[in-house]
């Protein structure tokens, strides 16, 4: 086993959950950690044992997918066949990212992880956390989340040995936006009754008109049967009850010298 662990920090240190999924890890058998931020080397330096550091300014903000390029990157270059998380908001969501783009077995709320006759093998509680039961993956990289707090901290005697990553970003991974109303408006008016939280997310695509029509035919309901066209841009939105009640919004780029019609 070849272990990558995510170490996720907060005000200038790991946390204590990632730090005890790294000793679970080097107890197993090889197992580095992986840090990413900006500013991050005295992190790093902190933790003990081989860490790869990923310092860079557009990882300054904890996002999911500018990780997600990295881990995949260092799993890759480096052969990891396991990659573990203490469970949190941020590396739930990077853990999910990251199967899905290696094609990996993702297990969930694991407490334990064990070598049974040379096959990891994670603990999941069940039936109100009065068994467990054994999760196996079918292929490498194996990715598992652990419940925070599962295992504590182990601290590390050995020096770190810091191995800088190259941090090379999809062109996608940084563009999310959030946005906050300033006026009365559509936003606004939806809060009193949905309360605050997503209001819509808006989804890059080919052509619109194209996926219009394959989600009318799969019988999804759309409040733009016709695109809309915008400024350099050509969309659609979906229904919210297409999404449990988050407005998706179909969005495709035009050209330049697109003349609108």
Avoid: C
């Amino acid at each position: 086993m070849k272990s990558l662990v995510f170490l996720e920090h907060h005000e200038g240190a790991v946390t204590k959950a990632s730090l005890g999924v790294l000793g679970k890890a080097r107890a197993l058998g090889e197992a580095a950690g992986v840090v990413a931020g900006e500013n991050a080397r005295g992190i790093a330096e902190g933790v003990g044992g081989v860490v790869y550091l990923a310092e860079d300014e557009r990882l300054a903000a904890p996002l999911p997918a500018p990780r997600v390029d990295l881990l995949a990157k260092v799993v890759r270059d480096e052969e990891f066949d396991t990659v573990l998380f203490a469970q949190s908001v941020l590396a739930s969501d990077v853990a999910a990212g990251l199967a899905a783009r290696l094609d990996a077995g993702l297990n969930w709320d694991l407490v334990d992880l064990v070598d049974q006759g040379g096959q990891l093998v994670g603990k999941r509680p069940a039936l109100a956390d009065s068994v467990w039961v054994d999760a196996g993956w079918t292929r490498s990289p194996r990715i598992a989340v652990f419940r925070s707090g599962t295992f504590d901290p182990v601290a590390i005697d050995s020096e770190a040995e810091v191995r800088e990553v190259a941090v090379e970003l999809e062109p996608h991974s940084l563009l999310a936006e959030l946005i906050e109303a300033a006026v009365e408006d559509t936003m606004l008016r939806h809060m009193p009754y949905r309360g605050p939280g997503l209001y819509h997310i808006g989804v890059r695509v080919d052509s619109t008109d194209t996926e219009i029509e394959r989600l009318r035919a799969a019988g999804v309901p759309l409040l733009d049967e016709i695109p809309r066209e915008g400024d350099r841009m050509r969309v659609a939105f979906l229904h919210p009850a297409a999404a449990d009640g988050v407005m998706i919004e179909l969005v495709q780029r035009l050209s330049a010298a697109h003349k609108r019609e």
